[in-house]
């Protein structure tokens, strides 16, 4: 089979960090040839590290577009661009992994379903979350039967200081929204995957605009994933600090989640600073608040705590240290390519996904419930 070919489109911050180490590691079976962003320099720096000693650099994702030979993109732009350059990728014959979020509002992302299926291109999203060791072994667990009926759930990413002062993150004409849409989707989709329900009725969220313009410079208090100290421009923050939803299923179970980027709360004895999931069930429950998986449950008529698996720190590429692993998402993302597999995050449940943080805003602004049909 002659190699895939690749482009890309957006060369910032999580295409350096996640998307060019994961796909280097598939040059057995792509080539890198095509890099895009609106500053020329991230493009050239790009094509030069990672693509092939043909590679094309573009400014215009349209000109990228109109490469017959181009088998997939990625599409790393802000959040805001998901939408209409993941449409006119897939309309132009191209697959597509676009990066999470997948869209900044449930309308977008409806529109982006709706042209996968008029294509018939295939389209993923970049939850990663699910991919790391101690979420495969949490859903393992789930779904071995040790939890029975699952009918609460919290999903929490919470970040006491932990503002991103980089990228486009604090501006929401071009994200959306804050850590909620950010941050808080990786532990929604995470926890909906471990659940395995996407079966909504009904959301109810609010939001909050406190730490984020409160602080000033020198009181933020804030270290940065290098061990810097590091402060964000209060006067240009215009996204939520922190954000909470109420989620209802329609089988009557519930999912409470938190996201924040700046909050006085202190974290969990133990808790990564990850997404993570809580759940309960009829039989048992489990959290992966120390990276590994903690199964509370009945032995021998007695409350009681097993461990499942060894604890292991998850591996971010560009944040974590160590040799990186096989990047899952690329190598799932490959094969499905190729025909050798089947794509691991659904469109299907990413859109899921958006229409609740969607809600959770709607019903922060309305201070209405959120009913899904």
């Keep these: 089979m002659a190699k895939l070919k690749i482009g890309f489109i957006g060369c910032g911050g999580i295409a350096n960090q996640k998307h060019f180490p994961g796909m280097s590691q598939q040059t057995e079976y792509v080539d890198m040839c095509a890099f895009c962003d609106l500053i020329p320099e991230r493009a050239e720096k790009a094509a030069k590290e990672y693509g092939t000693p043909d590679a094309k650099v573009y400014t215009d994702y349209h000109e990228l577009l109109a490469d017959p030979t181009i088998d997939a993109v990625h599409v790393l732009t802000p959040n805001i661009a998901h939408c209409e350059i993941t449409i006119a990728a897939l309309e132009a014959g191209k697959h597509v992994l676009c990066e999470k979020p997948m869209a900044a509002t449930e309308a977008d992302a409806k529109k982006m379903l709706e042209a996968r299926d008029r294509t018939g291109k295939m389209l993923t999203i970049g939850y990663q979350y699910r991919h790391f060791p101690v979420n495969q072994v949490a859903k393992a667990v789930v779904d071995d039967g040790w939890l029975g009926d699952i009918y609460y759930a919290e999903a929490t990413y919470l970040r006491r200081r932990g503002v991103p002062t980089w990228g486009v993150f604090t501006d929401k004409s071009k994200q959306g929204g804050g850590p909620l849409i950010d941050i808080g989707t990786h532990a929604l989709d995470l926890t909906l995957f471990l659940m395995n329900n996407y079966d909504v009725d009904y959301v109810v969220g609010t939001s909050f605009e406190k730490l984020g313009r409160l602080l000033d410079p020198e009181h933020q208090g804030q270290v940065n994933y290098r061990g810097e100290h590091d402060s964000w421009n209060n ?52 959290d992966t608040l120390e990276d590994r998986v903690r199964l509370n449950h009945v032995v021998a008529n007695q409350p009681s705590v097993t461990y499942v698996g060894n604890k292991v720190a998850s591996y971010i590429p560009g944040f974590s240290q160590g040799p990186a692993p096989l990047s899952k998402e690329a190598d799932i993302w490959v094969k499905a390519l190729r025909g050798e597999g089947e794509l691991f995050v659904t469109a299907d449940q990413a859109y899921c996904v958006t229409k609740i943080l969607d809600a959770i805003y709607q019903s922060s602004k309305t201070g209405k419930p959120v009913y899904f049909d």
């Design 235 to 286: 006067e240009t923050y215009d996204v939520e600090d922190s954000a909470f939803g109420h989620i209802k299923m329609k089988n009557g179970a519930v999912i409470n989640l938190r996201a924040s980027w700046a909050i006085n709360m202190v974290g969990e004895t133990g808790a990564n600073n990850e997404a993570h999931a809580t759940l309960a069930g009829t039989k048992g429950g489990l």
